[in-house]
């Protein structure tokens, strides 16, 4: 089947089912196995009320956090990576959600213009970056150039591996200068991810998310393994390394992403209960974690 219609494959009998988006049933066999795939270590999602009541602690903490940083005159700078439908933007928007908007916000480029194809290549990216004092949160990244555009075909093998050459000393740049840099990847598992953009193509408040490069996606997943890999294993580093997690329950995403950035930073009036320590099985950095999808 073409990207527009759909994905054929197998269900866990080994039995053959057709996956077809344009279909509003979605296919039992991706519904019933979407939360588990990639070997997704939790059978259930975590409950609303203990989500709520974490995400609150977290956010107060997140309000000590951004003081620190204005006091301090540090530049917090995030990027949040992952397949389409990983979640990046639903956990930016917590993130940012009870944070003053006036010294954080987040970061989405469009494809680049005729002047910024013509541009040093990170260029675009640096524009955005905080002043002292301020937090930056990018939904999707410089990776671009080592991902979408790798596997789209938008950029020469040339031109991603130099990108994947340099990004290690780019990245330790900003280190050495000061900033306070975390840089995460969202795994999900195949089936979550068609049963996402499913939503997405039948619910008219999402049909706007689902694009011609995420319904590609669909019959491209192994070209994005490979640009993935090809990612964790070049361009994780010891001062910039890749935090991986496994984002099939987004509750549990998005309290973990938050929960990391707080149990690794330093500040005043820090709550060490409310923070908690991040739940190893969904986040976590290392070859272990690059094997997570």
């Given at each position: 089947m073409s990207s527009k219609n759909g994905k054929s494959g197998k269900d866990k009998a080994g039995k053959p089912y057709a996956f077809d988006i344009g279909n509003p049933e979605l296919p039992e066999e991706i519904a019933e196995h979407a939360l588990t795939s990639g070997g997704y270590p939790y059978d259930e999602e975590l409950k609303k009320k203990v989500y709520s009541e974490q995400l609150a602690d977290l956010q107060l903490e997140l309000l000590k956090l951004q003081a620190h940083i204005e006091d301090k005159a540090i530049r917090f700078l995030a990027l949040f990576e992952g397949?389409?439908?990983?979640?990046k933007g639903s956990c930016i928007s917590r993130f940012l959600e009870r944070l003053n908007p006036r010294h954080a916000r987040s970061v989405a480029l469009s494809k680049p213009n005729?002047?910024?194809?013509g541009e040093w290549y990170f260029q675009?990216?640096?524009?955005?970056?905080?002043?002292?004092?301020?937090m930056v949160l990018f939904d999707r990244s410089w990776y671009n150039r080592a991902g979408v555009e790798r596997v789209m075909g938008f950029c020469t093998p040339a031109q991603t591996e130099a990108f994947l050459r340099d990004v290690p000393?780019?990245?330790?740049?900003?280190?050495?200068?000061?900033f306070a840099f975390f840089k995460f990847y969202l795994v999900i598992g195949r089936?979550?991810?068609l049963m996402r953009?499913?939503?997405?193509?039948?619910?008219?408040?999402k049909r706007w998310k689902?694009?011609?490069v995420d319904l590609a996606a669909i019959d491209k997943w192994s070209d994005y393994t490979r640009a993935q890999d090809d990612i964790f294993k070049r361009t994780s580093s010891k001062l910039a390394p890749w935090i991986i997690v496994r984002a099939n329950d987004q509750r549990r995403a998005r309290l973990e992403t938050i929960r990391w950035v707080l149990f690794h930073s330093d500040y005043a009036g820090k709550d060490a209960r409310a923070v908690g320590e991040p739940d190893a099985n969904i986040v976590g950095t290392g070859p272990t974690y690059f094997k997570a999808d």
């Open positions: 397949r389409d439908a990983s979640g005729e002047v910024e194809r675009r990216y640096v524009r955005h970056f905080p002043t002292a004092g301020d000393d780019f990245e330790a740049l900003l280190v050495r200068d000061g089936d979550m991810q953009f499913h939503e997405r193509r039948h619910d008219p408040f689902i694009t011609d």
